[in-house]
């Protein structure tokens, strides 16, 4: 059975408005430009949904280089589905609307597990938030809580760095940004608004990350066994937290570091799949550096209960040769730094994204970078 790949890359904003998300054009134009990212996990035949026209020529190229060739479209509605299987980025009450094989539990279960009331609840049982963390739901309790937290860390308040996040958000969006003890006007202001629409938001401090990893699962049916652990992908970030790239290789043996942080994950899993959820799921552990030299894992620091981009890069194991490992790189035309490579160079590089999207030059760029040697080595 063919498959038709649907990349709403804006999935959190679709469960925050779960009675209607209207894309602005921008948000369009962004699904547009990495719609291409599905080759990953594509079969020979298959369809990928692309908002703005991706040419033929692209395709091809991909096909060129070894990956599976498939036909961009920009309008479903005019495609028979019978025998297509749509697969989505995350199931949400739109996508369960376009599916002939809909999982009606999938958007309840994406709903629950994807937002932070969840995972910081799941976090304080299982003994393992980051310290410092907090949930605010009073406008009130917001100034407070920053100016423990610049206490805490550091011998220079003014200098401690802070993220409060909304309930649903994506890698370094819905979230605001602060240095020093004290709030802005428009960071109350912010609060003041999330907290009307979600009855709480997430205070974190920002200690820096020494190494991060997405641990990504399968999620089967109760009836059909245990969730399914289908590798450790270590991420790239970008100076502001945002997703960068992830590395990937041919060995399947979990590193000693993350063991735990697969341990507890699992057990996220399976309360997922207890709410009855289905499908792909990424939880991203990290190593947090505090002031005091310590260092600390987060074990559960972002739940993804849908695709995501390190479960993609998965899917290019395909290129790898014996002794090869690989990094998909991901940078826009805006940023003025990437993240570093390794300090050798590649011997392949394939790009997985186009030069043009609907005859305009697209910002988002991402590449496949092959090296020789040995990913744990590296």
């Known amino acids: 059975m063919r498959r038709l790949f649907y990349g709403n890359f804006d999935f959190e904003h679709e469960l925050a408005n779960p009675n209607g998300w209207q894309r602005p054009p921008a948000i369009r134009r962004l699904l547009a430009e990495r719609a291409s990212v599905w080759i990953a996990l594509a079969n020979d035949g298959d369809l990928i949904w692309t908002p703005e026209e991706?040419?033929?020529?692209?395709?091809?190229?991909?096909?060129?280089?070894?990956?599976?060739?498939?036909?961009?479209?920009?309008?479903?509605?005019?495609?028979?589905?019978?025998?297509?299987?749509?697969?989505?980025?995350?199931?949400?009450?739109?996508?369960?609307?376009?599916?002939?094989?809909?999982?009606p539990q999938n958007e309840a279960a994406a709903h629950v597990g994807n937002s932070r009331k969840w995972s910081f609840a799941l976090e304080q049982?299982?003994?393992?938030?980051?310290?410092?963390?907090?949930?605010?739901?009073?406008?009130?309790?917001?100034?407070?809580?920053?100016?423990?937290?610049?206490?805490?860390?550091?011998?220079r308040p003014t200098d401690h760095r802070w993220v409060i996040k909304s309930n649903f958000g994506m890698a370094a969006r819905e979230r605001i940004l602060g240095l020093g003890p004290t709030l802005s006007d428009s960071h109350h202001h912010w609060i003041q608004r999330?907290?009307?629409?979600?009855?709480?938001?997430?205070?974190?401090?920002?200690?820096?990350?020494?190494?991060?990893?997405?641990?990504?699962?399968?999620?089967?049916?109760?009836?059909?066994?245990?969730?399914?652990?289908?590798?450790?992908?270590?991420?790239?970030?970008?100076?502001?937290?945002?997703?960068?790239?992830?590395?990937?290789?041919?060995?399947?043996?979990?590193?000693?570091?993350?063991?735990?942080?697969?341990?507890?994950?699992?057990?996220?899993?399976?309360?997922?799949?207890?709410?009855?959820?289905?499908?792909?799921?990424?939880i991203d552990a990290a190593q947090h550096e505090l002031p005091s030299g310590d260092v600390v894992v987060r074990q559960l620091q972002d739940i993804n209960v849908r695709f995501t981009m390190g479960r993609l890069a998965l899917g290019f194991k395909q290129l790898l040769c014996r002794s090869e490992y690989g990094v998909w790189q991901h940078s826009t035309t805006s940023e003025v730094s990437r993240p570093p490579a390794p300090p050798n160079a590649p011997i392949r590089i394939i790009r997985t994204s186009p030069l043009v999207v609907n005859s305009t030059p697209a910002k988002h760029c991402s590449e496949v970078l092959i090296f020789a040697g040995d990913l744990g080595n590296r």
């Open 54 to 103: 991706i040419p033929d020529s692209f395709w091809e190229e991909l096909a060129a280089n070894g990956l599976p060739r498939v036909r961009g479209v920009t309008d479903i509605d005019a495609l028979s589905h019978d025998n297509i299987e749509l697969v989505p980025w995350g199931w949400s009450r739109r996508m369960l609307s376009l599916s002939q094989r809909p999982i």
């Open 125 to 155: 049982e299982l003994g393992v938030v980051l310290p410092g963390a907090a949930r605010i739901d009073r406008l009130e309790d917001s100034s407070p809580t920053v100016t423990t937290s610049a206490s805490r860390y550091g011998e």
């Open 194 to 282: 999330r907290l009307a629409a979600d009855r709480a938001v997430f205070f974190e401090p920002w200690i820096p990350i020494r190494e991060e990893v997405g641990l990504q699962f399968t999620i089967p049916p109760l009836t059909a066994g245990s969730p399914r652990l289908e590798g450790v992908t270590p991420l790239l970030s970008d100076t502001q937290g945002g997703y960068a790239g992830s590395h990937f290789s041919l060995d399947e043996v979990v590193p000693k570091t993350w063991q735990s942080s697969v341990d507890f994950a699992l057990q996220a899993a399976e309360r997922l799949q207890q709410l009855g959820y289905v499908g792909p799921l990424g």
